[in-house]
DNA sequence: TAGGCGAACTTGTTCAAACAAGCTAGGCCC
DNA sequence: GGGCCTAGCTTGTTTGAACAAGTTCGCCTA
């Protein structure tokens, strides 16, 4: 059952989307949203709470809300699947598993998965395409845990997030992102489709269940111009952090 | 004066940053938490979900919080800034106007400024250096209003940000922030030492007084190597959104 | 017309109670 | 040891009251 808050937080997200209130116009009071939706002065504001933290709304003490922007967010779960992504994007997508082997996990692996090093767990490099068309490279170590799960997967399985819902209940809950630019390697021009040492948007990722267990550390490498990510923050919550690199120039 | 639920905050920040929870580790009940902190439970709860917020911790209904990581959040001010962020990180850093002019703007620029296309703004070219190194190339529009002020900052001015809010009282409140990957252009090789097509991580943002005015859209390239952006996401808040590029190689 | 003032409105904070929904750990049984 | 059950604990939701801190707008005066 969806939670009061979280339905009227959905229904003033609809009606900014439909463009009930344009770019820069005022949102309702507080106490009239609290008649409209028959609910507490608390329970809007848990509402608007949401809504804020999407960007899609900013709020200064004592002034109406106003309406910060229209772009649609994302849930988790669409972030995460890049097939899942795509098709609500309208696009075609395959995924193709190119290498797929067990071996034991070197010391940045361990870290990021909470395992010893030498610990065994599953690399898979799989190659995604949109519209025919090859834009991303994942090169995925999963927990050793989940090992199995995974090698029973098809080669040529569209959404694994999603297969590995449906085969073994898996959720994920948290991750965390480091987003930066690489020149494409050998095997990235190769199975790109691009010159080596092309641009590269490289995302960096690490996936944990919701009881804080890491499942997979991914590599993953989108050909330049595919996509782009998109951050809203403000001085009220502030997401996105810039992290020093090595000032030497990536190989 | 601070909140009492962004004190608390603090404090159970500092305590995760410290170690006194690992990584994995539960914290205290939230009525433990109450009783610690003399504060109410919907005090704690606000507390706690400025840490969520973070990706510091995780929770699920009915178990204890767990810490999710220890990695330190950036103010909206610190990411806003590149010359205060880097100080924070410990670099030298120097900051160079290189070219600066008045222009109208273009159809992107208005839409993006909320402006109307042919009106004024000041566009601004910046080079920032890190340890002496050229790693950022800013290509910064600026609504007409703000004009006169950054006008009248000095070519070496390192931040900025401090500048404007002290010599106008200009806050910035919110922003919206584009990455991908670029090949580096002739200009963008020539100053910031590169080869042409070499990648760059490119950031485009638009910033925000708080009350929805547009003051700037910046155009940022960042030499490989030189910055990773960190975000933390859950199925509770996903800030980051994946958007389709054109799917043609970028120029 | 512009500026100042104040009342009314608006958002932000804190507390508390009550209930719902889930987790955990101990005890018991096979 | 493993599975099941349950009491106690824990987080999630909703309501509401009271107060603080800020904004907005109408009115008045120079």
């Not at 480091?178 to 948007?201: F, K, M, N, Q």
């Amino acid at each position: 059952m969806t939670a009061r808050y979280a339905g009227i937080a959905g229904e003033l997200r609809e009606a900014i989307m439909r463009g009930d209130y344009d770019v820069g116009a005022q949102l309702p009071s507080e106490a009239e949203l609290a008649v409209r939706f028959a609910a507490s002065r608390g329970t809007v504001r848990q509402a608007v709470a949401v809504l804020a933290a999407e960007g899609l709304v900013g709020s200064r003490q004592g002034a109406r809300r106003i309406v910060l922007g229209r772009e649609r967010s994302q849930s988790f779960a669409e972030l995460h699947s890049f097939a899942q992504w795509a098709r609500s994007m309208g696009h075609r997508v395959t995924g193709r598993v190119l290498e797929q082997r067990r071996r034991a996990a070197d010391a940045a692996e361990a870290a990021r998965l909470a395992l010893r090093p030498g610990d065994a767990v599953l690399r898979v490099l799989r190659l995604r395409s949109l519209e025919g068309e090859p834009v991303l490279l994942e090169r995925t170590v999963y927990a050793g845990w989940i090992a199995p799960a995974v090698e029973s997967l098809p080669a040529d399985c569209e959404s694994v997030t999603q297969a590995l819902y449906e085969g073994v209940g898996l959720v994920f809950a948290y991750g965390e992102h480091l987003i930066d630019a690489v020149a494409a390697g050998t095997e990235d021009a190769r199975l790109l489709s691009v010159r080596r040492g092309s641009p590269l948007l490289r995302q960096r990722r690490v996936t944990t269940t919701p009881e804080g267990r890491p499942v997979e550390w991914s590599d993953d490498r989108y050909r330049a111009g595919s996509v782009t990510f998109s951050i809203r923050n403000s001085v009220d919550a502030n997401p996105l952090v810039r992290q020093v690199g090595d000032l030497r120039p990536s190989s």
